[in-house]
Structures are given as C-alpha cells and as structure tokens.
C-alpha cells in the first residue's frame, strides 16, 4: 500500500485554514425606514471573487451610462474591472494602464472619468475617453510619501482628494490629508493636485484607525466615511471637523451566504453606488 505523503497532506490543510481574500457583494437595502449600511442586515452578502490571487483590494463600485462596474487590485499590481449585471459578476479585465499601480481610484469630474493611482515614483492621473478600454496618462504629481488609500470628494471647479497618512512608528493611526484637484488657469490643458493648508491645519493629529476604507457618501444631507478599525469597519458622521460613530460592519453583524465551512474572519473595505454595496474581507475555516 502506497504511504501517504503527510507532509504534503498537512501543507493542504493549512493553506485551506489559512484566511483568504475576498469579495462579497450585495443589493442594497432599499425597504423603508432602512440606511444602507453593511451592518443593517439583509439582504446577504454573497462571494464574487475569492482566492489569493483574485482582485481584492480598494475595492469599488462604478456606475456609466446605467452601467455597473466592479473595480478592484490584485497582488500584480493591476486594476481590475468586471461588469455587474443583476448581481452576477462578469469575467475580470484589466486596464490598459501601461504598468503596476496601486491603489486605483476612478471618478468622474466635469462629465469626464478619470482614474488615480500610485506608482513608484508618485501618483499618475489617467483620462477615459472611451470607458473602459482606453486610459490615457494626462499628469504625474510628486507627492509626500506615505499618502494612500485615497477617496474622491467630486466637485465642480476641483475634485477633492481624501489621502490617509499612517504614523511611521504607530502605523495603527492615522491622519487624512485633503488635496484638490484643479486644472492650471493658464493652460487648461495641465492639472494640478494641490495640498488644502486650512483642512491639513486643522488635521494635524495622528488618530487610532481612521484609514480610508471605502467613498464618503451622504446621510441626511452629512457626509459620512468608512474608516479601518482593526478587524472591523467603523462608520462615522461627519460633524464639521468632528468625527461622530454611526455604526459598524463587523465579521458578526454583516450577513453573508459563504461557501460550506467558512466565516468571515475581517473586514477591510466598502464599496457603493446606486444599487450594490461590496465588503472586502479575509474569509478562513
């Protein structure tokens, strides 16, 4: 009888309780009397990306032209895009971006969609003049290090752009940096991405879990931001320049449909638009 290799057979086993990236999607709540949070309940949660090498991070939802689009990076560096139709994803593309780029964000301004993402050297803005399969780069900024995850705030004149900053010695905090994004007076044609002094003056300190995780979108006319608060989600309102907690997305109160055997161990980003929610978390056994 043929020995069974049990080193081989323990190396399975890990990788099969190891936690696994995923994405979870779902229809938002639209029932009265309801916000549409995570932690609100039903409808479920459902798996669409799973696997470590699957399109994971800063996830987000686009909607073009009555459209739904998923948006995500892998470990490649690659932005990821998938149609969404009644729910079900379509296969991932990747965007013609001409490098490895990190964390991707698209959004429109002035009719027009744009993509920013961080590369080596700084941040690379791109221009789609035919959504989604043509990106040109129009402008490269050489920003601070250590700026990430950033969130758009649309405008009309400018669009602002919501950076997070981890402390060097206590990556656990965080600070925002607010930069608006304009175009140059005196060539229209070149754009600017410039720091706001009066938000950075007034966001000095370095707070416990306030990293970007997910859009600023409106409640009751107020914006509210998804912040990354360990393994969980905190939901805050924004009060001037005082943050206010609203709710919570954590592995207990969001419900979701998973595969046989598993649970969801954390949870890292939220994404929107108007008719999905999408949750990326860590799923184990």
């Known amino acids: 009888m043929k020995t069974p290799n049990l080193q081989l057979l323990w190396q399975k086993l890990a990788a099969r309780r190891e936690p696994q990236p995923a994405l979870l999607l779902r229809a938002r709540p639209a ?10 309940g039903l409808p479920a949660f459902t798996v669409c990306a799973q696997g470590q090498d699957a399109p994971w991070y800063a996830p987000q939802l686009i909607c073009r032209d009555d459209a739904h689009w998923l948006l ?10 998938a149609a969404l139709e009644n729910g079900v994803r379509g296969p991932w593309q990747y965007l013609p971006l001409g490098g490895a780029y990190a964390y991707p964000l698209v959004f429109d301004w002035n009719q027009d969609c744009f993509l920013l993402a961080a590369d080596e050297n700084g941040w ?17 900024f050489d ?15 400018s669009t602002g752009i919501l950076f997070s900053e981890p402390d060097e010695k206590h990556p656990e905090q965080t600070r925002v940096h607010l930069y608006e994004l304009t175009r140059d007076e ?17 966001h000095r300190a370095f707070l416990p ?28 309102l924004a009060d001037g320049d005082v ?13 979701a449909e998973l595969p046989a055997g598993q649970k969801t161990e954390s949870i890292h980003a939220y994404a929107r638009d108007e008719r999905y929610e999408c949750l990326a978390v860590m799923l184990t056994r």
Do not use: I
């Open 124 to 140: 690379q803005l791109f221009w789609s003049p035919e959504f989604p399969t043509r990106w040109d780069p129009v402008a490269h």
């Open 186 to 202: 005196a060539d229209p044609q070149k754009f600017l991405l410039q720091p706001d002094e009066g938000f950075a003056f007034t």
């Open 243 to 255: 943050l206010q907690p609203l709710c919570a997305a954590t592995p207990h109160n969001v419900q």
């Open 143 to 157: 920003l601070p290090a250590g700026l990430l995850a950033p969130v758009a705030v649309p405008g009309r004149e």
């Open 72 to 81: 995500a990076g892998d470990e490649q560096g690659r932005a990821c895009l």
């Open 31 to 40: 029932y009265e009397g309801t916000d549409p949070m995570p932690a609100m």
């Open 209 to 236: 879990a306030h990293l970007n995780a997910g859009p600023v979108f409106a409640m009751d006319g107020r914006p509210v931001r998804a912040c990354a608060q360990g393994e969980y989600l905190q939901f805050y």
